[in-house]
């Protein structure tokens, strides 16, 4: 089955505490991307890959980190979190192909940050 | 400025009873795709139907059709024939043709409870 896992899919943690949230997809897509989501902003892109090795900023990097060592796998590293870090968040996959514009989310991850 | 603007928080609707939900975009690309994705209580983004710029029909997916009208830059979504089942958040989004990363712009949402 096509899809995009994320893990944990629930975290709560303390200011300061290094965590990583995974991300994989077994579609062998190019594309892969972080969001969150906060209540009436919708989602907002952090960062994303377009291949392995190649990570830019989006809207909204500022405290995240990401690395992009294999195709499949895309990880969020919050170095130091903070209560403003506290959201959902989802990861994404699209294949670069044409014709081919749908994106697959991530079940999510509800991070909170005390 | 917005790039996608959802004008309805939250609105009820009559069970088996259709209901419209609006998309308003800006963009000054000629390529662009237009998203709406369904986010149900328990979380997860859901995709229910894309419509690219240059597609002359509207897109439609079992019951749900986008009503795309490029002039105005409005891309409404329409559920016909609701059910309890589409309680949810819905979002809008565009992919821009010169967005970097690919990146999906969202609206914020519109909650919809089905009433039966």
């Known amino acids: 089955e096509a899809q995009v896992t994320q893990n944990p899919r629930y975290l709560i943690t303390v200011t300061g505490k290094k965590l990583t949230v995974t991300c994989s997809q077994n579609m062998n897509h190019e594309y892969m991307s972080w969001y969150r989501q906060d209540p009436g902003l919708g989602l907002r892109q952090i960062y994303y890959s377009m291949n392995v090795e190649v990570t830019d900023k989006g809207d909204v990097p500022e405290g995240y980190k990401v690395s992009r060592k294999e195709k499949r796998n895309f990880p969020l590293i919050l170095e130091s979190p903070s209560p403003n870090q506290t959201s959902l968040y989802f990861c994404?996959?699209?294949?670069?192909?044409?014709?081919?514009?749908?994106?697959?989310f991530g079940p999510g991850t509800r991070l909170t940050v005390l | 400025a917005q790039k996608i603007t959802q004008t309805q928080p939250g609105m009820f609707v009559q069970e088996k009873e259709a209901v419209t939900l609006d998309c308003t975009y800006d963009?000054?690309?000629?390529?662009?795709?237009l998203f709406w994705y369904k986010q149900p209580s328990s979380g997860e983004m859901i995709f229910l139907i894309y419509q690219g710029s240059y597609d002359e029909q509207n897109a439609t997916e079992g019951r749900y059709s986008l009503n795309f009208q490029k002039a105005r830059k409005s891309a409404n979504l329409v559920i016909s024939a609701s059910q309890l089942g589409d309680s949810a958040m819905y979002f809008c989004a565009m992919r821009e043709g010169r967005a970097a990363g690919n990146k999906l712009t969202f609206g914020g949402g519109t909650r919809v409870l089905v009433k039966p």
């Open positions: 994404a996959s699209r294949d670069s192909g044409r014709g081919t514009d749908t994106q697959y």
């Open positions: 963009t000054s690309d000629q390529s662009y795709g």
